[in-house]
């Protein structure tokens, strides 16, 4: 079969294992892009990503530009001459560069497109309760996740399930369906195909802060979907009043049951054996939380932290 010298265009774990995959293939990876090193943490420790790091430890050039249209760039990518570039979990790239190899740009992304484009596609098939997800793999052009579909694979989304187990299962599926797409392609046995074009076809747009409120006038099954949806990362909260003091409560997953209750949703029942929270058609039983400032724990652990249930209530 035909080797391939390919450029992969990545940053985090979910592209790391792409890539792993396709360095263990007979496909040659002749560079690796990645994001700049970046300062974080308290004592500004250095921290280089996933790709990177591994893109290092097998000898694999490594180039971390700051601006992808940066004229040295594009001639250090050029004189690569790369056959094709694969791209997982980057950033947009700008025309100049995806149409520079002459098998073309294919990106992986994690659902069935047309469904789901944009940056938190697993998140979202989870919270709107979908059965089913999976990764496609498409030729990049100047639209975000619309090119032509190379390949697809679907997985069922198991009801025990939140976005993180929903993540790794895809994270592997999707770098066999990578490799298998390069070797397609080097055998010219893949016939492209344009989405299907569909009115409204769902979205995935970027989850910021204020998206992970939990809204406790919706049904109990939206609710539990929602904070499945958001778990473990970058995971849902409600604000928890405690005397005069209102802090964050980070829940990481929980159960529901349906009741005929006539309280209030957001309405809180709590005491050292129970918490709950009355919705619009039952209630919902965390069972994982992280207070502000404490660590993550289970809700026995938890409740043991309070003597007063009197003055504890949703914000």
């Given at each position: 079969?035909?080797?391939?010298?390919?450029?992969?265009?990545?940053?985090?774990?979910?592209?790391?294992?792409?890539l792993?995959a396709?360095?263990?293939?007979?496909?040659?990876?002749?560079?690796?892009?990645?994001?700049?090193?970046?300062?974080?943490?308290?004592?500004q420790?250095?921290?280089e990503?996933?790709?990177?790091?591994?893109?290092?430890?097998?000898?694999?050039?490594?180039?971390?530009?700051?601006?992808?249209r940066?004229?040295?760039?594009l001639?250090?990518?050029?004189?690569?001459?790369?056959d094709?570039f694969?791209?997982?979990?980057?950033?947009?790239?700008?025309?100049?560069?995806?149409?520079?190899?002459?098998?073309?740009?294919?990106?992986l992304?994690?659902?069935l497109l047309?469904?789901?484009?944009?940056?938190?596609?697993?998140?979202?098939?989870v919270?709107?309760?979908?059965?089913?997800?999976?990764?496609?793999?498409?030729?990049?052009?100047e639209?975000?996740?619309?090119?032509?579909?190379?390949?697809q694979e679907?997985?069922?989304i198991?009801?025990?399930?939140?976005?993180?187990?929903?993540?790794?299962?895809?994270?592997?599926?999707?770098?066999?369906?990578?490799?298998?797409?390069?070797?397609g392609i080097?055998?010219?046995?893949?016939?492209?195909?344009?989405?299907?074009?569909?009115?409204?076809?769902?979205?995935?747009f970027?989850?910021?802060?204020?998206d992970?409120?939990?809204n406790?006038?919706?049904?109990?099954?939206?609710?539990?979907?929602?904070?499945?949806?958001?778990?473990p990362?970058?995971?849902?909260?409600?604000?928890?009043?405690?005397?005069n003091?209102?802090?964050?409560?980070?829940?990481?997953?929980?159960?529901?049951?349906k009741?005929?209750?006539?309280?209030?949703?957001?309405?809180?029942?709590?005491?050292?054996n129970?918490?709950?929270?009355?919705t619009?058609d039952?209630f919902?039983?965390?069972l994982?939380?992280?207070?502000?400032g404490?660590?993550?724990?289970?809700?026995?652990?938890f409740?043991?932290g309070?003597?007063?249930?009197?003055h504890?209530?949703?914000?």
């Open positions: 079969m035909k080797s391939l010298k390919v450029i992969f265009f990545g940053t985090p774990e979910f592209a790391k294992t792409s792993q396709i360095y263990e293939s007979h496909h040659q990876v002749v560079a690796v892009v990645t994001v700049a090193d970046k300062a974080s943490g308290r004592g420790k250095i921290h990503s996933p790709v990177k790091v591994f893109a290092v430890e097998n000898q694999i050039p490594v180039l971390q530009p700051e601006k992808l940066n004229p040295e760039f001639e250090q990518i050029r004189n690569l001459e790369a094709v694969v791209v997982v979990a980057f950033r947009m790239m700008p025309k100049v560069l995806f149409e520079m190899p002459k098998l073309g740009t294919f990106n992304h994690a659902s047309p469904d789901y484009r944009g940056a938190a596609p697993i998140n979202y098939a919270i709107n309760g979908e059965a089913k997800t999976g990764a496609t793999t498409f030729f990049i052009n639209k975000i996740d619309e090119g032509n579909i190379l390949l679907e997985i069922e198991f009801a025990h399930e939140n976005s993180g187990d929903v993540h790794d299962r895809l994270m592997e599926m999707g770098a066999k369906l990578v490799v298998k797409t390069l070797d080097a055998e010219n046995s893949i016939r492209e195909k344009p989405q299907p074009i569909m009115e409204h076809p769902k979205n995935a970027k989850i910021f802060k204020e992970t409120k939990i406790w006038h919706q049904n109990s099954e939206n609710i539990h979907n929602f904070i499945r949806g958001m778990a990362y970058p995971c849902s909260f409600t604000i928890l009043k405690i005397g003091d209102e802090k964050s409560l980070k829940i990481f997953s929980g159960n529901f049951e009741s005929n209750h006539g309280k209030t949703p957001g309405t809180l029942e709590i005491n050292k129970q918490f709950k929270i009355f619009t039952g919902y039983f965390p994982e939380v992280q207070l502000e404490k660590k993550r724990m289970n809700i026995k652990d409740l043991n309070f003597r007063d249930f009197d504890i209530s949703i914000a």
